[in-house]
């Protein structure tokens, strides 16, 4: 059984950084994608369709990100821990939403985007 369990959000003003955490635990095979997707407030009713996909990376550390958030959110994997990191910075508020730690596990060739295990989600709110 897989878990992800998020930390690190939080309120901060509009410029401000966050660093999100990711603490994965039931992997025992070696390859698997992870990804941090996003949902904005009223949208809970159809959480996969309605999540940015903000940014990912594999087990070979190849990350891709969502236009609207690169230069300023770094993704990175600490396969040894199993953790994952969002560092987010210059936070807008339109980065205000629940950000849930994602898996597609087990991987055995190039990352689909099915992601089979989700963490609870952490809120993030940036205020003007």
Do not use: H
Request: charged share 20%; with cysteine.
């Amino acid at each position: 059984q897989v878990n992800l369990l998020e930390s690190g959000g939080g309120s901060v003003q509009t410029g401000g950084s966050l660093r999100l955490s990711c603490k994965a635990s039931g992997f025992t095979y070696k390859r698997y994608c992870m990804a941090w997707l996003r949902q904005a407030a009223g949208t809970e009713r159809d959480r996969v369709a309605n999540s940015e996909n903000v940014a990912t990376i594999n087990t070979d550390g190849i990350t891709t990100y969502a236009d609207s958030v690169k230069g300023r959110f770094s993704i990175s994997l600490d396969s040894a821990e199993n953790t994952l990191y969002l560092e987010m910075n210059n936070l807008k508020p339109e980065d205000t939403a629940k950000y849930y730690c994602v898996s597609e596990y087990p991987v055995f060739s190039d990352c689909s985007g099915g992601y089979n295990y989700w963490g609870q989600g952490t809120q993030v709110t940036v205020s003007s």
